[in-house]
C-alpha cells in the first residue's frame, strides 16, 4: 500500500528531529551524553521504563545481600513484617539486653577503620555532652513525677546515651539504626491501620515530616499532574503552618477554605477550591489551635473522587486519637482504615513520649515514598541518596523513639490516654463553668481552647496576662481570640488549681475594660486592626530577629 506524501513527510522531520538531537549531544558531551539521550528516549517507548525499574529493583536486592547480609530478602525483595507496639511494656532488663545486642551490630568507629559519618571518639569531652545532654534534654514526660526520672525513663536515656553519636546517613555502617527506624515506622504504621506495604522515615519533628509530605508530592506531581504549573495544596485555615513554610520552600501555594460556625473544616467549600493545579489535600487530626478533628473520612471521598493524595497531618494526636479510641471516645477514622489517605504524619516526641527531635512520616506505599527520597549521581565524592531533609541523622533519637514504643507499650498508652482524657474532661467542664468563658467546638482529645463568650464582659487575651501572674504560661491566639491548653501528664492532679486561677482571674479581668490595651492584650489587639498581613509579618520577623541577637 502507498505511503501518503504528508505522512512520509512526517515521518522524514521527525527521523531528523530525532538524528539531530542525537548529534548535537554527541558534539557537545560526546559518548556517554550520546548515550543519556537514547536511554531517555527509550524510557518513552511503552513497558520500557517498567522493565528498567523491575531491573534495578533486582540489581538493588543483590546489593542488599552483598552489603547488608543480616537483613532477610527473598527473591521479591526484602521480606516484609507489619511490627506492632508491644501489648504490654517491655522490662527495663529485656530493653538493655536488646540494646547491647543491637549495639553489637554496628561499626565500631574507635577501631579507626571509617573514614566517614562520625568525627567524634570515646574520651572526656564525648562524657561531658552525654552530661550536657542529660541537662538540657527534657523528660519524655510520660511519668507523673518528670523530676524524679523512672525506670523506663533512664532505659531511653541510655538507649539514647549508647547510640548519641551514630549517623543514620548511612545505614549500611550502622544497621542498626536503620532495624530501629524501620521497626518504628512499622509499629506506627500498624498503630494507624496499615498494612506491610505501609513504609516512610524518622524525621527530627513534625515540621519536617510536614516538609517532606509536600515534597514528596509536589515532585510526584511533577511527573503524574505535569499540568499543575502552579500546584496547590488545599487545607483549611486551620492547618499548621508548617505546610505554608513547606510551600514557600518548594514552590507551592496553600488555599484554605474556611471553617463552619462549629469551627470544623468546611468541606463544601473545601471542595470549591480544588483545581487542575491542586496536587495535595490536607486534613487534621485534630487541628491544633481548638483540637478539633478534620473530617478525614469526607475529604478522603473528595481525595478519591478528584484522584488526588490526602495527608493527614496528626502529628499532634497520632499517639493519643488511636488510644482514645480504644477507651471508647467517640473518634471518627482517620488513618489508614480511610481509603483515600495516603500518608500520615505522627509525633513520638508528643504523645508518644520519646525524646525532642523525633517523628515519624508513613506512607501507605513504597510507590508513594518513593518521590520523598533524594538521590544524586553526579558528585565526585559518591553517589549519594538521603531519605529526609536532614544529611546527618542522629542515633540517639532514633534509638530513644524505639526503646520509648516498646517500654510503654500498648496498656502504658492505653492507661495514660485514660488519664489524660480525665484531666482534660475536669478542665473543660470547670471553664464551662465560669461565668464568660467557653470552650471552642467539641474537642476530640487532650487539648482545648478557652474563648470569651460574646456577653460575658471578658478580654480573653486580658485573662491570659492575669493568668501569667499566677505562674501559669498561656498560649494565645486569634482568628478569633481563644487560649490554647494541651493536657499533659504533668497536668495530673493539677486540675483544680487551673480552675481556681482561672476562675479567680476571670473575675478580675470582668468588665475591665481598660486591661484590653495593656500587656499582650494591647499588642494582639493592635496587631489585629492591621488590615495588610505583610505588616504584621515584618513584626514578626523583626521580632524574631531581635531574640536571636547575641
Known amino acids: 500500500m502507498e505511503v501518503p506524501f504528508a505522512l512520509e513527510v512526517i515521518e522524514h522531520v521527525i527521523f531528523s528531529v530525532f538524528l539531530a538531537m542525537l548529534i548535537r549531544a554527541y558534539i557537545l558531551y560526546g559518548i556517554r551524553g550520546l548515550a543519556k539521550e537514547l536511554v531517555k528516549l527509550l524510557r518513552l517507548m511503552p513497558g520500557v521504563d517498567t522493565l528498567i525499574r523491575f531491573i534495578l529493583a533486582r540489581e538493588v536486592q543483590t546489593f542488599m545481600k552483598k552489603v547488608s547480609p543480616a537483613s532477610p530478602t527473598s527473591e521479591d525483595g526484602p521480606v516484609k513484617e507489619a511490627i506492632q507496639i508491644p501489648a504490654q511494656g517491655m522490662g527495663s532488663e529485656e530493653l538493655l539486653k536488646d540494646m547491647e545486642e543491637l549495639k553489637a551490630l554496628e561499626t565500631v568507629t574507635e577501631d579507626g577503620k571509617v573514614f566517614a559519618y562520625v568525627y567524634t571518639m570515646e574520651n572526656d569531652l564525648t562524657r561531658t555532652l552525654r552530661k550536657a545532654f542529660d541537662m538540657f534534654n527534657d ?14 525513663e533512664n532505659v531511653v536515656n541510655q538507649f539514647a546515651h549508647t547510640f548519641l553519636h551514630e549517623n543514620a546517613l548511612s545505614p549500611m555502617v550502622f544497621p542498626a539504626l536503620r532495624k530501629m527506624e524501620t521497626e518504628v515506622v512499622s509499629m506506627v504504621a500498624s498503630m494507624m491501620h496499615g498494612d506491610s506495604n505501609c513504609c516512610g522515615s524518622l524525621t527530627s519533628g513534625g515540621t519536617e515530616s510536614i516538609l517532606m509530605a509536600v515534597k514528596c508530592y509536589r515532585d510526584r506531581a511533577r511527573q503524574m499532574i505535569p499540568n499543575a504549573t502552579a500546584p496547590e495544596i488545599v487545607a483549611s485555615i486551620t492547618v499548621h503552618p508548617a505546610f505554608e513554610k513547606a510551600a514557600e520552600y518548594f514552590g507551592l501555594t496553600v488555599v484554605h477554605a474556611p471553617l463552619n460556625a462549629d469551627f ?20 487534621s487530626a485534630p487541628q491544633y489551635p481548638h483540637g478539633l478533628m478534620d473530617p478525614v473520612e469526607e475529604v478522603g471521598r473528595l481525595a478519591e473522587k478528584h484522584n488526588i493524595p490526602l495527608h493527614v497531618d496528626a502529628c499532634f494526636g497520632g499517639f493519643m486519637l488511636p488510644w482514645v479510641e480504644k477507651l471508647g471516645y467517640p473518634v471518627a477514622p482517620f488513618d489508614f482504615r480511610v481509603p483515600g489517605v495516603t500518608s500520615i504524619s505522627a509525633d513520638v516526641h508528643k504523645y508518644g513520649f520519646g525524646l525532642k527531635g523525633s517523628s515519624v512520616l508513613v506512607y501507605r506505599s513504597a510507590e508513594i515514598r518513593r518521590y520523598q527520597i533524594f538521590a544524586y549521581s553526579g558528585w565526585p565524592g559518591g553517589l549519594f541518596g538521603s531519605p529526609s531533609f536532614a544529611g546527618t541523622r542522629p542515633g540517639a533519637y532514633i534509638a530513644a523513639s524505639w526503646a520509648a514504643l516498646r517500654s510503654i507499650g500498648q496498656d502504658g498508652y492505653l492507661s495514660k490516654a485514660e488519664q489524660l482524657m480525665k484531666t482534660t474532661s475536669t478542665m473543660i467542664a470547670g471553664v464551662k463553668s465560669i461565668p464568660g468563658l467557653d470552650v471552642v467546638g467539641k474537642p476530640a482529645m487532650t487539648a482545648f481552647a478557652v474563648m470569651a463568650t460574646k456577653d460575658g464582659g471578658i478580654d480573653i487575651l486580658a485573662l491570659a496576662d ?16 481563644s487560649l490554647h491548653c494541651t493536657i499533659m501528664p504533668h497536668h495530673i492532679g493539677r486540675e483544680q488549681t487551673f480552675i481556681t486561677d482561672m476562675t479567680d482571674c476571670a473575675d478580675t479581668v470582668r468588665g475591665q475594660t481598660s486591661l484590653s490595651s495593656q500587656g499582650t492584650a494591647g499588642m494582639y489587639g493592635m496587631v489585629a486592626k492591621i488590615p495588610d498581613s505583610a505588616v504584621v509579618d515584618e513584626f514578626i520577623l523583626q521580632f524574631f530577629d531581635q531574640v536571636y541577637r547575641q
Request: charge should be negative; hydrophobic fraction near 35%; charged fraction near 25%.
Open 139 to 152: 523528660p519524655t514526660g510520660y511519668d507523673a513525677d518528670s523530676r524524679r526520672p523512672s525506670a523506663r
Open 466 to 481: 492575669a493568668m501569667e501572674t499566677k505562674d501559669w504560661h498561656i498560649e494565645r491566639q486569634q482568628l478569633p481570640s
Open 264 to 283: 470544623t473544616m468546611n468541606v463544601s467549600e473545601l471542595e470549591k477550591l480544588i483545581s487542575s493545579n491542586t496536587v495535595l489535600l490536607v486534613a
